[in-house]
């Protein structure tokens, strides 16, 4: 069984003021993140700019981070595309880099139905057979739902281990894990949701709130897992406004400006995300001094 832990956080990519990769950023914010409540960093997601990103781009930060947190947490690619020989060649990239697995979103604008959404994840799972792949379905994003039955069939590939729901629909996912496995991994995809989805089966979150808050989101999750629910409730309620701030507007923007209110030098989104409002940063700034965090 592989299990990439509880709290996968999907890192930022940091840009210098040019726009150009920040590498010596990117490697500080890994190690940093790596020591405070991150178990695997998930590198070049949506929260990483993907769709602005080169895959030369995106290699190269694979290899940054993956040195960077070597022994300190695992690393996972972002290698998801609406084509599939190009989702294939980017996991099979990974895979030789010594990443320990691939995230792989669902298929965006094509629209394919649940066959071709089936045939597309196998065919990128067989071409990969030993590295471990998780399945991501944001719908909000892609246009196309991974319906709860076709993640079931995709689940019994040995090498498709888990599935970052991010539909925001709770009956989607118990109704995913009422289907799979035990052994089949369920993430939130919206940090909001973590514990209600903890409640149905899910083994945690893939954060963006991480990135400030790893250690108390993994102090969450454990207490719920120990019986202690009414605590990771109090936990829950006390992140809430973070959660809501952090998608006041269109994910990364928000967290990336977080970061650099904490002096963090992850630069701006790159086109066609503009930067965060006055209005966005002044929130911000309110949520992450009531949270002490500034």
């Known amino acids: 069984m592989t299990f990439f832990g509880h709290i996968l956080t999907a890192m930022v990519t940091p840009f210098t003021k040019t726009g150009d990769m920040n590498f010596p950023v990117a490697e500080a914010l890994a190690v940093h993140l790596a020591e405070h409540g991150t178990d695997t960093l998930v590198v070049c997601g949506t929260t990483g700019e993907s769709p602005t990103l080169t895959w030369h781009e995106e290699y190269e930060l694979f290899q940054v981070v993956h040195k960077a947190v070597t022994k300190k947490a695992k690393v996972m690619a972002g290698t998801g595309s609406n084509s599939t020989r190009e989702a294939i060649e980017a996991t099979q990239q990974a895979a030789k880099l010594g990443l320990d697995g691939a995230l792989l979103v669902v298929p965006y604008y094509n629209k ?172 911000l700034k309110n949520t992450l001094k009531d949270l002490a965090l500034l």
């Open 112 to 283: 394919p139905p649940q066959a071709g959404l089936y045939e597309h994840f196998r065919a990128i799972a067989t071409a990969v057979p030993d590295f471990p792949l998780m399945l991501y379905n944001v719908p909000g994003r892609t246009g196309r739902n991974l319906e709860a039955e076709t993640v079931a069939r995709l689940a019994e590939i040995d090498n498709i281990v888990a599935i970052k729901e991010a539909s925001g629909n709770l009956d989607q996912v118990s109704q995913i894990r009422r289907l799979t496995s035990p052994n089949f991994s369920i993430y939130s995809g919206d940090d909001s949701l973590t514990l209600p989805y903890l409640s149905v089966g899910a083994a945690g979150v893939v954060s963006v709130a991480s990135h400030l808050v790893g250690e108390l989101l993994q102090k969450m999750v454990a207490t719920f897992s120990s019986g202690q629910p009414q605590v990771a409730t109090e936990i829950h309620l006390q992140l809430l406004p973070l959660c809501k701030a952090l998608f006041a507007t269109t994910n990364p923007i928000p967290i990336k400006a977080a970061l650099r209110l904490q002096g963090w030098q992850v630069g701006s989104t790159r086109l066609p995300l503009s930067n965060a409002s006055d209005q966005v940063t002044q929130l």
